[in-house]
């Protein structure tokens, strides 16, 4: 993929002296995902990476962030409340000068041809957790001379986000399902709950949410999917407030 060098010199050094543990070092990273629970092991990543971290919840805040400044690495989940991460991801691509990085992200593996369709550099697949991968992903889209000198650690490290952030992605499920019968929302949180309970690797939620999404793709029914999720959610959050 061509790359246009005079943008990656005005975002990235060309040399970059960073520590072993910390190879991300004086980058940027934009992280454009609706999830706190997924915003949260980002945060964690970014941390122990040495990179500094931004993020947009939707298409329309990470537009008013590209409009102040330009990361080194934006990071963009698929499925986002006001459209497609595609969408975003084809707009970075197309930027002149261009974003030196941009990854796509998603739960569900079969985003990962959507992703690099558009332009991504590369994908990460949900759950987010090992800081190895991490920053793998994101040195490994870096051009050769913009990549730290020296010797790099490779850390078999962990992130656990905060469960507090699991509960409010939670209590927004339970929210926007008490309030809304709407096709769009329905088919917004079978994506988003899936996501979450995919990183929270809760895999009878996640089964649940992938059914409802199933079942509204092919017309069928949904009280029965929508019931079941309700209880799941609630629940969770019951067990949440009890701990």
């Known amino acids: 993929m061509h790359r246009n060098t005079t943008a990656v010199h005005d975002e990235i050094p060309l040399w970059r002296a960073a520590p072993p543990g910390r190879p991300l070092t004086g980058l940027t ?15 964690l990543l970014c941390l122990r990476s040495g990179a500094r971290i931004r993020r947009a919840d939707c298409l329309r805040t990470a537009a008013r962030h590209l409009q102040i400044y330009r990361p080194a690495v934006v990071i963009v989940d698929m499925g986002l409340p006001d459209g497609s991460g595609a969408q975003l991801i084809a707009q970075l691509a197309a930027m002149s000068p261009r974003v030196p990085v941009v990854l796509g992200l998603s739960g569900d593996p079969e985003n990962e041809a959507e992703a690099l369709a558009a332009g991504a550099d590369g994908f990460i697949g949900k759950p987010v957790e090992s800081l190895a991968h991490f920053q793998h992903a994101i040195l490994s889209a870096l051009p050769p001379e913009a990549r730290p000198t020296g010797l790099r650690m490779v850390s078999e490290e962990t992130v ?6 699991l509960r409010d992605d939670l209590a927004h499920v339970a929210e926007v399902l008490a309030s809304s019968s709407d096709t769009g929302a329905i088919d917004y949180i079978a994506r988003f709950l899936a996501g979450v309970a995919r990183s929270a690797r809760d895999e009878p939620l996640e089964q649940a949410a992938t059914a409802l999404a199933r079942d509204h793709s092919a017309g069928r029914a949904l009280a029965a999917d929508l019931a079941r999720i309700s209880g799941l959610v609630q629940d969770r959050l019951a067990a949440a407030g009890s701990a």
């Open 160 to 165: 656990h986000p905060d469960p507090g952030a």
């Open 29 to 43: 990273v934009l992280v454009v995902e609706d999830s706190r629970f997924a915003s949260e092991a980002m945060r």
